[in-house]
């Protein structure tokens, strides 16, 4: 049989990383400090950009470099496994159909939410006029760029036949996350229907592969005090709160409808389906918490969330790798939420009346959306750009948000990953598992171990 798949996360997780996400919390609060500091101090001095592009820039780059480089070989082997360890093709339909459903009915309430209070709230009437041509100038340049990618991107059935790799390996090497996954959830379907000698050593090997990426990993995760030091100063000395201020209102309703999505859905789901109190749910998944708010990556985050479903939700590792994988790129609430909260927010800024049909449009695209974004730093930028074009609002005016897209996305990316910490928590419920028989049986391995 395969090595034992319930302590494979725990063996590859980094010494001490109990201590880690309060030296994650240092680096974070240390990094805001020292940036606002030096905002406040010596507002656009030369040797800030100095220290931001030749010191704090290139770490927090190399990190988030490094993370990315293992990913694919941990999203690969982790799904892969995860789906061999259904045992049959019924198992594994029931986890996926279940899956499915579960993110297409949270993500449609959560995009529901933010289109409601930006409806209510109306943040785009009270923008003032110098401000808003000051924020246009400031991203102009940016928001073209986002513009051209987008016009560039493939759109529906291409976008659909471009899921289906025709190089493996040339997917890998461009990052397509969603091929990768295609190609995982294929290689572990062939699994599935071929249990030989042979497919069994060959699952160990991927299982191998797992826990070395899962091992460097670990050893990578222990700079990331210092990188998220870099990214809050990068952060900070650059900005400060100016922008937040100048976009308060913006701000304000995206930050408000994450919030109900986290405090008020996330729980009851929890409590009414996921058989988990939410306070103990949120205080064990801090750690990924603030490493996903602190990256702004889902991808980057996933190795910290896999360690965090095991080793304190005690969630079975085939459903936990299937949801966290899969959800990595397809369960992103906080990104469709934002996405829905932007298009609107623009729409009323440049006076273009949404009808109720457009409105559905944009919240059917921003689902549709939220499934496949990918989950890296601004990955969500083309895609309002698309949005925007779609319903007749000017795409450049996406240079009006991208001053405060930075805080805005580690917002969103928390939201994402709890979100798929939650998908996994209700999926293991619903799917009839039992933590305190894991960890029994855990307890009874011990010794052997």
């Known amino acids: 049989m395969s090595t034992d798949a319930e302590q494979m996360a725990r063996e590859a997780a980094p010494i001490g990383h109990g201590r880690l996400q309060w030296r994650i919390l240092i680096g974070f609060i240390a990094g805001l400090a020292a940036g606002l500091l030096a905002y406040t101090l010596a507002p656009g001095a030369d040797w800030i950009e100095t220290v931001i592009t030749y010191v704090t820039g290139p770490i927090g780059q190399v990190f988030l470099r490094l993370l990315f480089m293992l990913v694919i070989p941990l999203l690969f082997s982790a799904l892969v496994v995860g789906i061999a360890e259904m045992g049959e093709i019924r198992a594994l339909r029931a986890i996926g159909l279940r899956t499915l459903l579960y993110t297409i009915v949270v993500s449609s309430i959560a995009v529901a939410i933010s289109i409601a209070c930006v409806n209510i709230l109306r943040p785009g009437a009270g923008v003032d006029p110098a401000t808003a041509r000051e924020l246009l100038a400031q991203g102009g340049e940016s928001a073209a760029s986002i513009v051209e990618a987008s016009a560039e991107s493939q759109a529906g059935i291409d976008q659909l036949i471009a899921i289906v790799p025709n190089n493996i390996f040339a997917a890998m090497s461009g990052n397509d996350i969603l091929a990768v996954m295609f190609f995982a959830l294929f290689f572990g379907i062939g699994m599935l229907l ?233 999926i293991s419920a619903i799917s009839g598992h039992d933590p305190a028989a894991v960890e029994a049986q855990r307890e009874a391995r011990a010794p052997a171990a």
């Open 194 to 426: 071929v249990q030989t000698r042979r497919t069994e050593q060959l699952k160990e090997a991927i299982e191998g592969v797992f826990e070395v990426a899962m091992r460097l990993i670990g050893i990578v995760i222990q700079l990331a005090p210092i990188a998220i030091f870099c990214f809050m100063f990068n952060l900070s000395a650059q900005f400060g709160w100016d922008l937040l201020v100048k976009l308060a209102a913006f701000v304000g309703v995206v930050l408000l409808a994450l919030g109900i999505q986290m405090f008020v859905v996330f729980p009851a789901l929890l409590a009414s389906v996921g058989r988990k109190s939410p306070r103990a749910f949120f205080r064990q998944t801090r750690e990924a918490s603030l490493m996903a708010f602190s990256t702004a990556s889902s991808n980057a985050t996933l190795p910290t969330a896999l360690r965090v479903a095991d080793a304190e939700l005690k969630l079975p590792p085939r459903i936990a790798r299937f949801v966290l994988t899969i959800g990595a790129t397809a369960n992103q609430n906080g990104t469709a939420m934002f996405e829905g909260v932007t298009v609107l927010f623009l729409a009323q800024f440049f006076g273009v009346d949404l009808s109720l049909p457009d409105q559905l449009f944009v919240m059917l695209i921003c689902i549709l959306a939220g499934i496949g974004t990918a989950g890296v730093p601004g990955g969500s930028l083309p895609v309002i750009a698309l949005i925007l074009a779609g319903v007749g609002v000017p795409p450049e005016g996406i240079g009006l948000i991208l001053g405060v897209d930075r805080f805005l996305d580690m917002c969103r990316t928390a939201l994402n990953v709890v979100g798929d910490l939650v998908c996994a928590q209700v």
